[in-house]
């Protein structure tokens, strides 16, 4: 039997039934719906997407989100797959009778590779008369040759039913059902659904003896953290739409109806899992999805009178269901060998980070580093113009970026993965200076690692601080990117051009701001009213007086004005490019903008619409205006004054159109030259490894080729004294280890010791009160004694004092 490889769960989008359950989580999200939607591809389209050339042997569950077994297309597809060679499990309720008298009828070995999950809907099947329906379909498909299972949802309402439905399955099917856990889809925790705590829920429904249930118990709430190989060896599927995700709310990563000759796109999870917990890790974590989690297998938790004739898991589907997906997808040797969890992580980190940004070792890459992770429109259509100006430039590579948010994360393994043809371009903007240290931080940590490839700065205004601070951060940045060969820097602005030939020894050009490639204007778009787009952060400069008094200016001129801002609070990267179309159509829309934002300046030319800027703390939007003031209707003041004369001169002059050929011919000259330069290697980047460099760094296989060349020869003993270093640091750490144990050990000692002598004290001070009390007892017994001595000398006392006085009687 062939390896299953991959594990796919297949989703049929049809969301009705034949049932009514309470605890269905199709009904709790109110998405109940009265259509059957079919599977609209044909078997051989399906044949095709699913083939085993281009999946492997896989492991697929066909469920629906109502009933799956309604539709017509639903057989014809498992029958396709099963032909294909693949494993098949389908989940019912057991009810169609009509579907499981065609199932019967296939060819055993097609049944070998068929599971069957039985929904036992127990109130349900008594309500509608229905119970010898489902027992007979179930007994059926037990007595074909295909494997199955029986399955109990546990709910409030069926507890005081638990005997009878033990007895149905025991009578019926020789064992009682397996039993899940039912979930609330309504919580955002993914929450029992059960007015019983858990722990008393478990007690309640222990009695069925099901290892899916001690499993599921095992893991609910427990948030996964691990690395997780969802979106590489397993995935969600619509098999509607041919959409397939790495797992449930993990990201889509493309149609596996479409480019069937290419093999799904690999981009696992890791440790990024978006649910709350892994509510059906009984089939994703038993499968080993997660390596160095122990599992039951999941064959374990479906079947039932192990060893048996009346097995409930046939041979074949009892094996697939029994296979461990991290031993079919790494060599055996290989993964047993020392340290295979860290060995395992890192593959799966590098092998990730080649499949998230698309890189291929025939193919040209292009890195926008540092792109925003924020809302801020200006920044955002930044990278937009970079990414369409150099895909235009580079029609053959593949030009994508690494956002702030992912750099951090995976800018080692770019570094390990990089090829010397591949190109990283600093994203251009605002912000080389002391005042955004997070940018320059990425700057500063790309143009350290990356010593063999051409770095390009798109256009970027300079500007540090003139304190210590500024001076310090400044010469730093000096110290770091004077010592790359392959930089080259764009300045935005002349003083910026000026900061950086006065500071920086590399290759330096000016360029204006790179959205002033993209060209927005709309001649059919009407135009109405104001809009006034002012900064409210630390680069404002403006003052309150003047913002009254250019809103009372613009009401006594204009039926509308409207507010806006560059800065957006909806952000998302996979919206980012709505929200700026958005926001130039507000700029298409207006007839004036006032904006002390530089690209609200900007987005002003681009659009052909008139505009009044007030510069801004470090001057950055004077220094652009500089250049556009010859070239369009944009006005620079300082004050309320220039403001009204600008207007003067403005009023009326709205242009609807927009050249950016000129923009795009200085860039593209700039590239030539850039371009064309051969880049010069430098020896000392350790970060430059290749692939096979990087395997056997960790220990995974020896190097397949030999070292005979000089160049391969230094990068080994680079390498090698690299190690050396390592190794030594660990001989320090263990020796640092080995004296800290010892010392502990001496402590642990000295503590017994004086544990001890507490002790011996303590029993001292026992035998001392023990003493004490003796000593009391005698002297209460002594006190006694006295009292009783002076009580016997009083009555003597009176004794002699009575004879006395008789004796004087007598002498009387």
Not at 79 to 101: A, C, S, Y
Not at 450 to 477: C, H, W
Not at 481 to 491: D, H, P, S, T
Request: contains cysteine; glycine residues 4%.
């Amino acid at each position: 039997m062939e390896n299953v490889v991959k594990y796919i769960e297949c989703y049929i989008e049809t969301e009705t039934c034949n049932l009514k359950c309470h605890y269905c989580y199709i009904a709790l999200l109110k998405k109940f719906k009265n259509q059957i939607i079919e599977i609209e591809k044909t078997p051989e389209e399906i044949k095709k997407s699913f083939s085993k050339k281009r999946l492997g042997t896989c492991l697929i569950n066909i469920c629906a989100g109502g009933e799956t077994l309604l539709g017509e297309s639903v057989l014809p597809t498992v029958r396709t797959l099963l032909e294909e060679g693949h494993f098949v499990t389908l989940v019912t309720n057991g009810t169609m009778t009509k579907r499981f008298d065609e199932i019967i009828t296939w060819d055993k070995v097609l049944l070998s590779h068929l599971f069957i999950k039985f929904s036992f809907h127990y109130l349900e099947m008594i309500r509608l008369n229905m119970m010898d329906s489902f027992i007979g379909n179930v007994k059926k498909i037990a007595q074909s040759g295909c494997s199955y299972t029986v399955e109990v949802t546990p709910n409030d309402e069926l507890i005081p039913h638990i005997d009878e439905v033990k007895k149905v399955c025991v009578d019926n099917f020789g064992a009682p059902c397996h039993v899940t856990i039912a979930r609330d889809d309504r919580t955002g925790g993914i929450e029992l659904l059960s007015e019983h705590s858990m722990p008393e829920f478990y007690d309640i429904w222990s009695t069925f003896d099901s290892k899916l249930l001690d499993f599921k118990y095992s893991i609910f709430k427990k948030k996964r953290t691990e690395f997780c190989h969802a979106g590489m060896w397993s995935y969600w599927v619509d098999l509607n739409t041919g959409e397939y995700k790495q797992c449930y709310t993990g990201d889509t990563l493309g149609n596996i109806y479409e480019n069937c000759d290419e093999k799904l796109v690999e981009c696992p999870v890791g440790t990024k899992c978006g649910l709350a917990h892994c509510y059906n890790g009984h089939a994703f974590l038993t499968l080993g999805d997660i390596p160095g989690v122990d599992t039951v297998t999941y064959a374990e938790t479906r079947n039932r009178l192990e060893g048996t004739d009346n097995e409930w898991l046939r041979p074949e589907m009892k094996a697939a269901m029994s296979c461990k997906l991290y031993e079919t997808n790494y060599d055996g040797e290989v993964f047993t060998s020392y340290n295979k969890e860290r060995k395992v992580a890192y593959l799966d980190y590098y092998h990730a980070i080649k499949n998230k940004y698309h890189m291929e070792d025939d193919k040209q890459n292009v890195f926008i580093i540092g792109t925003p992770n924020h809302g801020n429109m200006g920044d955002q259509a930044i990278w937009y113009a970079a990414q369409k100006l150099l895909k235009n430039y580079f029609p053959a590579a593949n030009v994508v970026d690494v956002d702030m948010s992912d750099f951090e994360t995976d800018i080692e393994g770019i570094a390990h993965l990089i090829q010397e043809q591949d190109i990283l371009i600093l994203q251009g903007g605002g912000n080389f200076g002391n005042y955004y240290m997070d940018d320059e931080m990425i700057r500063r940590s790309v143009i350290s690692q990356f010593r063999n490839n051409r770095i390009i700065m798109f256009p970027q205004t300079v500007y540090f601080s003139e304190d210590a601070e500024g001076k310090e951060e400044l010469e730093r940045s000096v110290c770091i990117y004077n010592k790359n060969k392959n930089l080259v820097l764009i300045a935005r602005d002349e003083e910026s051009f000026k900061i950086l030939k006065e500071n920086f020894i590399n290759e330096i050009y000016m360029l204006p701001d790179v959205v002033l490639s993209l060209n927005a204007a709309d001649v059919k778009k009407k135009r109405k009213g104001a809009l006034i787009c002012l900064r409210s952060d630390k680069e404002s400069v403006m003052n309150q007086q003047d913002v009254e008094n250019v809103e009372s200016f613009l009401k006594e001129r204009f039926s509308e004005i409207k507010y806006t801002d560059t800065q957006m609070d909806d952000y998302c990267k996979e919206n980012r490019e709505q929200l700026l179309k958005q926001k130039i159509e507000e700029f298409q829309s207006a007839e004036l903008v006032i904006t002390d934002r530089l690209h609200g300046m900007i987005f002003s030319v681009i659009t052909g619409t008139p505009c009044i800027a007030f510069d801004n703390f470090n001057a950055k939007v004077k220094n652009v205006y500089l250049y556009l003031k010859d070239n369009c209707n944009v006005k620079l003041v300082c004050d309320f004054k220039k403001f009204t004369e600008a207007y003067e001169q403005l009023c009326g002059k709205i242009s609807n159109s927009y050249d950016e050929k000129y923009i795009i011919q200085q860039f593209t000259e700039i590239l030539d030259k850039v371009c064309l330069k051969t880049v010069e290697n430098d020896t000392k980047d350790i970060y430059q490894k290749s692939i096979d460099e990087m395997l056997g760094y960790w220990g995974l296989r020896h190097y397949q080729k030999v070292l005979d060349s000089e160049e391969l020869r230094k990068s080994k003993q680079s390498f090698e004294q690299h190690v050396s270093f390592l190794e030594e640091n660990l001989q320090i750490n263990k020796d640092w280890n080995e004296n800290l144990q010892k010392q502990n050990e001496e402590r642990m000692k000295e503590l017994e010791e004086y544990k001890n002598w507490v002790e011996n004290l303590q029993k001292q001070n026992e035998e001392r009160m023990k003493d004490t009390e003796v000593y009391k007892d005698w002297v209460n017994n002594l006190q006694k004694q006295i009292e009783e001595r002076v009580k016997e000398l009083e009555e003597y006392k009176d004794w002699v004092n009575n004879l006395q006085k008789q004796i004087e009687d007598m002498k009387g």
